[in-house]
């Protein structure tokens, strides 16, 4: 997919790519299943004005500790029988047994989706830390080596630029990405990130590691600061200062927040795009209008031929 160094951050052109042509640019999109049916017509209204885009794949998260199962089927079952698109489905270790999870993924094969996210999880809400079930998979390498002895999945699986935050250092962090990558892993999808620098020195360790599947990175455009300063904290993620000098005093001002969360997002996809990146993975919020956007602004448009 890509390689680079940091040297080719200072190395950019101010011109956008996307100027006077499509670009060979590919996208792939994250919904969450809705909890109501308010929200479910709000996600499957993001679906279809995304859908022209022609992504990749798209997927679906799955609540901590599995809270949301039936309906992560439910939508990658209509995503995959009302639209182009080639769904995934998230799948974690939390709150199932391997028997159980066991029957998801056969009924997720024998429906014709067979892209799994496999993922640890987040511990379910009360709990701060992991905790393995007796009859449970103890970790993400675990599980990708039982989904892929079940059938030949196509597994993504989740990577953190700045470190997971139960990791005992960076390089531990790594190893545990290469058992998953061994274990049958074909992408890796980062956590979200601000500076692309962040994202270029990670790909570097990585590789140094013998680490050689895709590594694309998630994207996700600030539409609320307050929200982005919460998800921060829970996953470990850096907040730089340019980015809160950015939303200062509008976090009340949606038509401004939205145009300085475009503009942010497209600089830092811009900068990936010079340095050789070509695959881009966005965290929606079940929301099209910023995705779309900074979409266009890489080049990636509707297909004429669709």
């Not at 570097?204 to 590691?209: K, N």
Request: hydrophobic share 40%.
């Amino acid at each position: 997919m890509l390689a680079s160094t940091n040297s080719q951050i200072t190395q950019q052109s101010s011109a956008p790519l996307a100027i006077g042509k499509r670009s060979a640019v590919k996208v792939s999109f994250e919904f969450f299943p809705p909890k109501t049916e308010k929200m479910a017509e709000n996600l499957w209204q993001t679906v279809k004005r995304l859908e022209p885009l022609d992504p990749s794949f798209v997927s679906v998260t799955y609540g901590a500790g599995g809270t949301t199962r039936d309906r992560t089927h439910e939508a990658v079952s209509r995503i995959r029988n009302e639209t182009r698109m080639d769904p995934a489905a998230h799948l974690t270790c939390v709150g199932a047994s391997v028997a159980e999870i066991e029957e998801i993924a056969e009924e997720y094969w024998q429906s014709g989706i067979k892209h799994i996210v496999a993922l640890r999880g987040d511990p379910p809400e009360g709990e701060a830390r992991f905790k393995a079930r007796k009859d449970g998979f103890a970790g993400s390498v675990e599980l990708i080596e039982h989904l892929k002895k079940l059938h030949d999945f196509e597994i993504s699986v989740g990577c953190y630029p700045e470190i997971h935050p139960d990791a005992a250092s960076s390089l531990a962090d790594l190893d545990y990405l290469k058992r998953k990558m061994d274990a049958g892993a074909t992408r890796a999808i980062t956590q979200f990130f601000f500076d692309p620098e962040t994202y270029l020195r990670f790909l570097d360790r990585a590789l140094a590691q013998g680490i050689d599947i895709p590594i694309i990175p998630g994207i996700l455009p600030v539409t609320s600061y307050s929200n982005i300063k919460k998800f921060s904290a829970q996953c470990g993620m850096q907040v730089p200062a340019w980015l809160t000098h950015l939303f200062e005093g509008i976090e009340e001002d949606a038509a401004t927040r939205k145009l300085v969360a475009a503009m942010v997002a497209s600089e830092q996809c811009r900068i990936l795009q010079k340095a050789g990146v070509s695959d881009f993975h966005f965290y929606t919020l079940n929301r099209a209008d910023l995705v779309y956007a900074v979409c266009h602004s890489m080049g990636v448009r509707p297909n004429p031929a669709s």
